[in-house]
Structure formats: C-alpha cells, structure tokens
C-alpha cells in the first residue's frame, strides 16, 4: 500500500542520512582535533574506538526502551533525526567554543573532543534497532530487513567519508559541510513529519 511504501522510504533514507551524517561528523572532529592539537595519530585509534562505542551504547540502550517501553517508533525516529539535524548544525560552534576555552584558559579541550565523538556514535548507532524495527512491523523479515538496513547505512556511511573528507571540509570549510549534514537529516524530518501528519489525518 502506498503508506507502507512511504514509511519504507522514510525510515531508510534516515538510514542512509544518519550513515551519511556519521561518518561526516566523525571526520569533521578529526579534522578539528588535528587543527587543534596537531596530533591526530596518537589519538586516532582512541577516537575511533569511541565513535563504536557510542555506536554499540545507542544501539543497546535503543533496543532496551523498545523491548521495555512502548513507544511509538515513527515519533522517536523523528526525534532522533531532529536530534541528529540539531547535533550537526551546532557542531562547528561547539568546535568554535573548544578553541576560544583553550586560548583563553590553557585548558584542554580533549575531554569536549571526546563527548563529542561518543555522542555522535551514540545518535547513530540508536537508529539501526529502531528502523529494523519499523521495518519487520510493517512486514519485512527480519534477516532482509537487517541487510537493507546495514547495506544503506554503509552506503551513507561510505558516501559520507569520501564527499566530506575529500570534497566539503577541504572546499567550502567545516562550517558548512556540518549545515549541508544537517540540511540532508533535515529533509528525513520533513519525510517523517509529512508522513506522522497525514497518519494522524486518517485516524
């Protein structure tokens, strides 16, 4: 039916946007950690490893408010893009504020740098569950649903890396290579607040 195939599309472009949307934060916070501190390869084995982090926390403490709560998924999916939209468009000012508190106060601004890549895994990582979830309810089985789902988050994942780490960050700066990630969840919002709205018209 048309509605299924609308919700279809929305929850895997969130998908592919929050892969996109991944891997382009991480690698606009490597970036600034090496403008930064001018260190990046002592550090890169300790920020990858807490990009999976957060990855793996999102997706448990996500599978554990579904299994416990019941939620409405389309509702919290839209939240989490929301989220994701909001975390990408303040990143280049928090970025920003990390630099001002080092020149002022000779403090470090590794412990930000950190939360930062933590909480971008986490927000990306939360979604897999949800949209599987999404996926089998309307019923997709639940091996193709966990395929499609991690084949387009890699896609967004994989796109990600390659445009922001080659392309934006290096022509048009990290300020609007974070505006144009958020730009792309922004759209998934529009998807899953255009969708929410007419399912609500119908009941």
Do not use: W
Not at 8 to 33: C, D, P, Q, R, V
Not at 35 to 41: A, D, T, V, W
Not at 85 to 105: A, D, H, K, Y
Not at 146 to 157: F, I, Q, T, Y
């Amino acid at each position: 039916s048309p509605p299924a195939q609308k919700l279809k599309f929305n929850s895997l472009y969130a998908i592919f946007s929050t892969g996109f949307a991944g891997m382009g934060m991480e690698i606009i916070l490597l970036f600034a950690y090496q403008n930064m501190y001018g260190y990046l390869y002592q550090k890169i084995g300790i920020i990858v490893a807490l990009f999976m982090a957060g990855l793996a926390t999102g997706a448990y403490l996500m599978n554990y408010s579904i299994g416990r709560f019941a939620v409405n998924r389309h509702k919290v999916l839209l939240a989490l893009e929301i989220f994701i939209t909001g975390f990408s468009f303040s990143l280049p000012f928090v970025i920003n504020g990390v630099f001002r508190i080092q020149e002022i106060n000779f403090t470090s601004g590794e412990p930000i740098f950190m939360v930062l890549v933590l909480s971008a895994g986490a927000l990306t990582g939360s979604e897999f569950p949800l949209v599987n979830e999404i996926l089998i309810k309307d019923g997709v089985s639940a091996g193709r649903s966990a395929g499609v789902v991690d084949g387009l988050d890699h896609l967004g994942a994989s796109i990600g890396a390659a445009c922001t780490g080659t392309l934006l960050v290096p022509l048009v700066g990290t300020i609007q290579s974070s505006m144009f990630i958020a730009g792309l969840n922004a759209v998934s919002c529009l998807f899953m607040g255009f969708f929410l709205v007419q399912k609500s018209r119908e009941h």
